[in-house]
T-cell receptor
Framework: ELKVEQNPLFLSMQEGKNYTIYCNYSTTSDRLYWYRQDPGKSLESLFVLLSNGAVKQEGRLMASLDTKARLSTLHITAAVHDLSATYFCAVVRYNNNDMRFGAGTRLTVKP | ETGVTQTPRHLVMGMTNKKSLKCEQHLGHNAMYWYKQSAKKPLELMFVYSLEERVENNSVPSRFSPECPNSSHLFLHLHTLQPEDSALYLC?????????????FGSGTQLSVL
C-alpha cells in the first residue's frame, strides 16, 4: 500500500529564516505534487515533479524529487508571513489514478 | 477562483436525511474527483470519473453515491450518514488522468452530520 509521510506536521518559523519540509513515500511513483491550502480555502497546486532529480522553484519555494530515496523536499527561503498555510505533498503510483496525500505541514511564519 | 465550483459551502444534516453535493467545473476537463478531508486524516480519494465513467472507487461505503451526468458536473448523493462522515468534501478536476496532470480543487463542502 502506498503511504505518504510528511514532516514536520507543524512548523513555526521567523520571517527571514530558511526551512525544509520533507515528504517520504513508500512505493514507486511516477509523479509527486505539492499543494498549498490556506485556512478555509481549497488546495492550490504548487509543483508537479515527474523525474528523479527534478527541481522546481517559484518565488521563495523550491521543490525537489529523489525517486531513489523516495523523498521530496519543499525548501522555504527567507520566509515571509504570506507563506503561512498548510502544505501537502501527494504521490501517484504508476498507471494508477489514486493520488495519496500526506498529512500536511501547517506552517506559521511569525514577524 | 480555480474554475471548480462546489455547492453548498456548508451543510448540516441529520443521520436520516438525504442530501446531494454538487460540483461543476468550467475548465473543459475530462476527469473529476471526490476527496474527503477529515480533521485527523490525510486527504482520501473517494471516487474518480474519467469521461463520465467511474474508474476508481476506494471502497467507499454505499451511503455515498456519486453521479457524473456529463464531464462538467459531478454529484455526491448522501443518505443515512454517520457522525464520523462529518468532514470537508472536496471536488477536483483534471484534463485527464495521465502523467503530469495536476488537480484543480473546488472550495469544498463542509459537512456536519448530527
Amino acid at each position: 500500500e502506498l503511504k505518504v509521510e510528511q514532516n514536520p506536521l507543524f512548523l513555526s518559523m521567523q520571517e527571514g529564516k530558511n526551512y525544509t519540509i520533507y515528504c517520504n513515500y513508500s512505493t514507486t511513483s511516477d509523479r509527486l505534487y505539492w499543494y498549498r491550502q490556506d485556512p478555509g480555502k481549497s488546495l492550490e497546486s504548487l509543483f508537479v515533479l515527474l523525474s528523479n532529480g527534478a527541481v522546481k522553484q517559484e518565488g521563495r519555494l523550491m521543490a525537489s524529487l529523489d525517486t531513489k530515496a523516495r523523498l521530496s523536499t519543499l525548501h522555504i527561503t527567507a520566509a515571509v508571513h504570506d507563506l503561512s498555510a498548510t502544505y501537502f505533498c501527494a504521490v501517484v503510483r504508476y498507471n494508477n489514478n489514486d493520488m495519496r496525500f500526506g498529512a500536511g505541514t501547517r506552517l506559521t511564519v511569525k514577524p | 477562483e480555480t474554475g471548480v465550483t462546489q455547492t453548498p459551502r456548508h451543510l448540516v444534516m441529520g443521520m436520516t436525511n438525504k442530501k446531494s453535493l454538487k460540483c461543476e467545473q468550467h475548465l473543459g476537463h475530462n476527469a473529476m474527483y471526490w476527496y474527503k478531508q477529515s480533521a485527523k486524516k490525510p486527504l482520501e480519494l473517494m471516487f474518480v470519473y474519467s469521461l463520465e465513467e467511474r474508474v476508481e472507487n476506494n471502497s467507499v461505503p454505499s451511503r455515498f453515491s456519486p453521479e457524473c451526468p456529463n464531464s462538467s458536473h459531478l454529484f455526491l448523493h448522501l443518505h443515512t450518514l454517520q457522525p464520523e462522515d462529518s468532514a470537508l468534501y472536496l471536488c477536483a478536476s483534471s484534463s485527464g488522468t495521465a502523467t503530469n496532470e495536476k488537480l484543480f480543487f473546488g472550495s469544498g463542502t463542509q459537512l456536519s452530520v448530527l
